[in-house]
């Protein structure tokens, strides 16, 4: 046992009362706390010492799993198997919600109203987000928390990112419903829903959600701002003239985290975060174009590559069709490539989810344009400040959240409550 991690775990026995429990195993992981780091957590899982083991792969009622930073000794995940909490440490106990709240502060190093937010609560679950003076972030960061039957934690959890004040633009909010309208205009689009009680595809006008800068002047989509750091677009028609006979040999993938002590504490960070090069996304493109004449040779000019990334040790690249249509499930293929050598190793098509709905009945054709949606469509628009986290500042901006969850039916001109479909 290396001495660092020996002495974490000393230091969490010590800190849960873990005098009637053993350690069954453990393992580091790397994990992304925020945009530009990573971090590395020890996960430990301890067992009751009276716990009954009847299978070796599952973990016994009452079992404690527990995940720490292992450099800053924060909590980042605590987990009783089963609901069964037996510490006699002191932990927040249901309906009790400023302790949790100070429980949270005091383990995670944040700070309540500055820096996360309490959004849904409920006798048994409080769920927070994170937030910047209340206002919301994205991509955001959330923290959960549960109890069991005699209100004794159960649960408790936190996952994505959390800024700090270095990583803001204050400014105060100033965007308008007449800054904000063109612009949403443009994003009213047509789109088909399946209707599975009625076997059918439905032509709705919705606005497509999307971030405006504080000033009005700037964008931001969903996509932009979820995609990976190393995302690059593409709009790659992909052609050839002769198929490749030997099909695609699948080989297994391992998207774990887990990481060596050496790693851990040597903080290695992975190459995710960095964009391919230039002849790297040249050996990729090659490996792509390759794998379609092998696993779909009659397809030459249908598909395209839209965009590559790095994921774990891999490369990542999405195909769609080139004649796209509005349909809400759409065609896709992605191609895992070895990340070392460009070999392309395994791929995930979803056409059995589409085929799923190739016996519904096609949608009828539109009786208003996407002008006379908009007009409908227009009162229905929130306005709400939220801090975007923009890539080429590598910092969170504050921008308008402009969102509607209405549409219009594209024959009959009926206002609709999106959720409702």
Known sequence: MDE??????????????????????????????????????????????????????????GTVSIDIDIHTRLIRR?????????????????????????????????????????VHEEDKELFFQAAVDNIPVFPSGSIQMEFNAVDKLTL????????????????????????????????TKLLEIPLEDEEKWKAIYGITTIFVTNDGDKTISYEQVESPDSYTQHDLVLQWDEAIEEPLARKDIDLSQEVTVEEAFAKKQTKENDPLAGDEQKQAIKTVQNFMQREYPQ???????????????????????????????????KLLMD????????????????????HFEHA????????????????????????VFDKAQNCYI?????????GVDSVSGEIILLDEL
């Open 78 to 118: 605590v987990i009783f198997v089963e609901g069964e909490n037996n510490l006699e440490t002191d932990l927040p106990e249901a309906g009790n919600t400023e302790q949790a709240i100070e429980w949270i502060e005091q383990e995670t190093g944040l700070e309540f109203g500055r820096q996360f937010k309490l």
């Open 339 to 358: 990340g070392a050598n460009y070999e392309a190793l395994n791929y995930v098509d979803n056409q059995a989810l589409v085929d799923m709905f190739k």
């Open 156 to 187: 408790f959890s936190i996952d994505g990112y959390f800024p700090n004040e270095d990583q803001l633009n204050w400014e105060p909010f100033a965007l308008t419903s007449e800054k904000i309208d063109p612009i949403a205009k443009v994003q």
């Open 4 to 61: 660092r991690i020996q002495e974490i775990i000393d230091f969490t026995a010590d800190k849960f009362k873990l005098e009637v429990f053993y350690l069954k195993r453990h393992s580091i992981f790397r994990e992304k706390v925020d945009q530009n780091d990573e971090s590395f957590v020890l996960n430990m899982e301890w067992f009751p010492n009276d716990a009954v083991i009847s299978d070796e792969d599952l973990n016994p009622a």
């Open 299 to 333: 397809a030459s000019c249908t598909w395209k590559l839209v965009a590559l990334w790095r994921e774990k040790k891999y490369i990542i690249a999405e195909l769609r069709p080139t004649q796209p249509d509005a349909r809400v499930i759409d065609r896709k293929i």
């Open 398 to 406: 504050l921008c308008g959240k402009a969102d509607c969850g209405y």
């Open 364 to 387: 009828d054709e539109p009786k208003f344009s996407e002008e006379e949606a908009f007009e409908k469509l227009a009162k229905h628009i929130e306005i709400t400040p939220v801090y």
